[in-house]
Each structure stands twice: as C-alpha cells, then as structure tokens.
C-alpha cells in the first residue's frame, strides 16, 4: 500500500536506504499515484455500465464519451487546479485558443520589456552586426571569432566567464543560442556564407524595439528553440512542452522567493513521467530533472526574460550555491491568468 501522503519530503526514506524521502522514493511513489489515478476514471465507467442498458452502441459511445469528458474536466490538485482538458491545450496549443486560461497584455510600458536580458542582448547583437555589415561565416558555419568575441565580453554572464577560454562561439552557450533564436525567429539570416540583417531585423533597429519582437522572441524560444541543444541533460521534452504550465506554478507558488527545489517538485508532482527518461546519474533522479528544470526553465527562460528576479545564496563548496525566485512586476503585467 502506497502511503506516501503521510511522509514528508525530509523524513528518513521508508525503504532503508538511509536517504531522505524526496531524494529516494519520492518520485517512484508519485509515478504510481498517477498511474492508479489514471485508472479511476475506467474502474467508475466500467461500475456505472454494468447494470445499465443501452439501446445502441452509439448510446453507449454517448454515454462513455459525457463521462470521460466530465472526468476531464476535473480540476487536478496534482495540476494546480487546471483540469485535464486545460493541460492538454497548454501544452499542445500554448497561447492558441486559451483567453480562459491566460491572457498576454501587450500594451504595456516599453521601458518594461527593454529591463529583460534577452531584449538588451538582441539589441547589441543587432546593433553589432547592422555596424560590422555582412560577415562571412567561419568554416564551420559560425559567427566570425572577432565578431563572436565582441559579443561574448558584453552579453556572456555567466559566473563561470572568467574560466572560458574563449575560441569561437561555441564556447559560450549565450552567444551561440542567440545567433540561432534570432535566425529561427527571422531577425538575421545566413545567405551565401554570410551573415545578415533581414528585413525584420532592419526594422527593429529603424523603428525600435516593440512588443510583437518581444512576443515573437518568447515563442521561438520555446516553441522553436530546442532548449535540450544548450546542455547534456537527456531530451527532457515536457520541461519545454509545460513551459506555460510552469508559469502558473510560479504565479501560484513563487510570489515572494522561493527555492527552485519548491518549484521544480510541484513540476515533478504534475509530470512524474519526467523521470522515466533519467538513465545511471550519479546522484537522486529528483535532484537531477531539478537541476535540469532549474537551468532549462527558471535561468534560461524566466531570468532571461525577465519573468522572475533571482537570488543566489552561497552554499559550502567552490560553485555551490542554492537558487531563488519569484515572479516579477514585468511578469505580473504581461501575463493575465484567468483562473483561480
């Protein structure tokens, strides 16, 4: 018998291996509370058509079909309150047909957007480029090293900076991803060996940063970016795919700062599924997807584009340290949620 919802995160595991709950069984527990919930639903339709008699299979199709979709439905406390059905089209259809769920209010102050790292890194790489002209790409197809250098002195922040020995624009994730987000979103593009400003891009620098590049800026990122290109964690899909999700739970769950632990085991209790993709790791498979949902969602998406203020409090160790959010006055303006 599963009995998981009476032990806390930081009790000794039951299983004896000496390791906390949330650090052991933890998330095996959860995969088997989705799994019998999912199970719910069929045992009830299985209980109310036993005895019941239907005239035709198609009053029978009616019947199972009304049940499911009302079970659908639901709200799922393991969602937040989003019922099935919201999830699905969050995740398959972000900010398509969703007013219900969530809202985007453009029209605010643009000196809002321009406080986000990823409008200030754009604008430099622009800027950067429009001045040097065409620049005939490497062998390899990347960024000329002087050009690439240049932008990695001034947009690179990362706090390992100081140790990279820097060579092309491979050796810095933020320069590389932002060449790749500004040509899959159409602000420049690589034609015959050599790279350019397109019309888009022209236009931006012309007439100003607005708020349709800054809405195009975050659906190729996290529509047409692929996040699992920047690290050597496994594929990871939903961490992207529940982008939008994961930003109700911070609006529901990191109003004042919280730890990113907090905020990446509430993303782990909606999708335990995560952890069947974790492969031999040297540490707990909690500990792991949080690192990867701490790197891939909290700092490369939210801090990156300004959705959270961050604070990092220093921990033992050389590189140690624990990471806190919550959501900032930016993303209390631009997102608009429906829903309780």
């Not at 052991?24 to 005895?51: N, V």
């Not at 209010?105 to 480029?129: C, G, H, M, W």
């Not at 620049?135 to 990279?164: H, Q």
């Amino acid at each position: 018998m599963n009995n998981s919802k009476t032990i806390k995160d930081d009790d000794p595991c039951p299983c004896g291996s000496g390791k906390t709950y949330i650090k052991c069984c933890w998330i095996r527990d959860a995969l088997w509370e989705k799994k019998e919930k999912s199970r719910i639903p069929f045992e009830d339709l299985k209980e109310a058509t036993k005895e019941k008699v239907f005239q035709s299979r198609e009053e029978l199709q009616s019947f199972t079909d009304n049940m499911i979709d009302r079970y659908n439905r639901e709200p799922d406390e393991d969602f937040l309150g989003l019922s099935s059905e919201q999830m699905a089209r969050l995740l398959h259809f972000p900010l398509e047909d969703n007013a219900d769920i969530v809202q985007l209010n453009k029209d605010i102050s643009l000196q809002l957007y321009e406080k986000a790292p990823i409008v200030r890194n754009t604008q430099i790489f622009l800027s950067a480029l429009a001045e040097a002209g065409p620049l005939k790409a490497t062998a390899k197809g990347n960024l000329p090293v002087k050009f690439a250098k240049t932008l990695f002195d001034e947009i690179e922040d990362s706090r390992f900076k100081e140790w990279i020995r820097f060579r092309s624009e491979e050796d810095s994730i933020k320069v590389l991803s932002l060449r790749h987000i500004l040509k899959i979103g159409g602000w420049i593009k690589k034609e015959k060996k050599y790279f350019k400003l397109t019309r888009r891009g022209k236009d931006l620098l012309n007439k100003g940063f607005s708020e349709e590049h800054f809405y195009r800026l975050l659906l190729t990122f996290t529509t047409k970016f692929n996040w699992s290109f920047q690290d050597r964690y496994p594929e990871f899909w939903i961490i992207q795919g529940s982008w939008l999700f994961s930003l109700f739970l911070l609006h529901k769950k990191a109003k004042t700062y919280t730890e990113d632990i907090t905020v990446a085991r509430d993303f782990i209790k909606a999708f335990p599924e995560v952890a069947l993709e974790v492969d031999e790791i040297y540490t707990s498979a909690f500990e792991y997807i949080t690192r990867c949902f701490s790197l891939r969602f909290l700092e490369r998406l939210c801090e990156y584009f300004g959705f959270v203020k961050a604070r990092r409090d220093k921990q033992q160790g050389p590189f140690s340290e624990s990471l806190f959010v919550k959501t900032s006055p930016f993303f209390e303006k631009y997102i608009t949620w429906n829903i309780q």
